[in-house]
């Protein structure tokens, strides 16, 4: 008897419908190029989203000039678990860049 470990869930498109493996679609032109086209219309969504991810400032001022502002007011307030948790972090991301 064999288990399969790793069972094969099915294909959903970002619409919701299901897509059928090219095994279930026949051998038909129409249902390759409806496949073609799904796999087009995701990689222009990625590339439409990284374009939008690219032209955003990497810091975001309005934040920052806020953030200044609390302090300079003497209002921003902070948990020394989130402080902790801010240095693990950045701990962790750090160690994970200086790995061969």
Known sequence: MRIDLNPRLAD???????VKPRS???NSRASEASQDMARLSTHQRVQRLESQANHM??????????????????TYQTTAEQVAEAMFSEIVSMSAKNRP
């Open 12 to 18: 959903v498109s970002e619409t919701g419908s299901r």
């Open 24 to 26: 279930e679609a026949g």
């Open 57 to 74: 400032p990497a810091i975001r001022e309005d934040k920052v000039a806020a953030l200044r502002q609390k302090i300079a007011d003497g």
